[in-house]
């Protein structure tokens, strides 16, 4: 993905008040940046395929907030609103882990199904996730998970660091 990417997904979804967003890295699919203003840091990728009609700029991040003692916490954006009540499932080579959410958001359930999310994601080659749009078709978004381990780490690190 071109760097000038990177920070157009950012100034979209992750935009708030005036802040001072830091690059810490781009890792293969992944990138790796820091938020002074609620302090966050997150490793982001987007998928690697374009789709064609969708709601929302797909992509999947995995977040630390120290000051809500948040750390490793997975937010994926899907490219459609869900079905309300459809499953989401996650699958990362042959485990799935069922995710919660809702309109075009999700999540894992607790902080220890995020962990075991993130556990995966470190040596799995890609991950999935679907369910089923508004009008009941099924759908997947996939993404490639070289990068990740080491986003993720520069994202914990990000945050760790005292100013």
Same mark, same amino acid.
């Given at each position: 993905?071109?760097?000038?990417?990177?920070?157009?997904? /950012?100034? $979209?979804?992750?935009?708030?008040?005036?802040?001072?967003?830091?690059?810490?890295?781009? /890792?293969?699919?992944?990138?790796?940046?820091?938020?002074?203003?609620?302090?966050? #840091?997150? $490793?982001? $990728?987007? %998928?690697?395929?374009?789709?064609?009609?969708?709601?929302?700029?797909?992509?999947?991040?995995?977040?630390?907030? %120290?000051?809500?003692?948040?750390?490793?916490?997975?937010?994926?954006?899907?490219?459609?609103?869900?079905?309300?009540?459809?499953?989401?499932?996650?699958?990362?080579?042959?485990?799935? /882990? %069922?995710?919660?959410?809702?309109?075009?958001?999700?999540?894992? %359930?607790?902080?220890?199904?995020?962990?075991?999310?993130?556990?995966?994601?470190?040596?799995?080659?890609?991950?999935?996730?679907?369910?089923?749009? $508004?009008?009941?078709?099924?759908?997947?978004?996939?993404?490639?998970?070289?990068?990740?381990?080491?986003?993720?780490?520069?994202?914990?690190?990000? #945050?760790?660091?005292?100013?």
């Amino acid at each position: 993905m071109r760097r000038i990417g990177w920070f157009l997904l /950012f100034s $979209a979804y992750f935009a708030g008040p005036a802040t001072a967003r830091e690059a810490l890295g781009v /890792f293969d699919q992944w990138g790796a940046f820091r938020d002074d203003r609620p302090l966050r #840091c997150f $490793a982001i $990728a987007e %998928p690697p395929v374009r789709y064609g009609k969708r709601d929302w700029r797909p992509f999947a991040s995995v977040a630390n907030w %120290p000051g809500r003692n948040v750390r490793s916490q997975l937010h994926v954006r899907l490219r459609k609103a869900k079905l309300p009540g459809a499953p989401i499932m996650l699958r990362i080579g042959d485990r799935r /882990f %069922p995710l919660v959410g809702g309109g075009g958001d999700a999540w894992a %359930p607790n902080p220890r199904a995020d962990a075991a999310v993130v556990a995966a994601m470190r040596s799995g080659g890609n991950m999935s996730i679907s369910t089923r749009d $508004a009008g009941g078709r099924a759908f997947v978004d996939a993404y490639e998970l070289k990068g990740a381990a080491t986003a993720i780490d520069a994202a914990t690190l990000g #945050c760790a660091r005292v100013r």
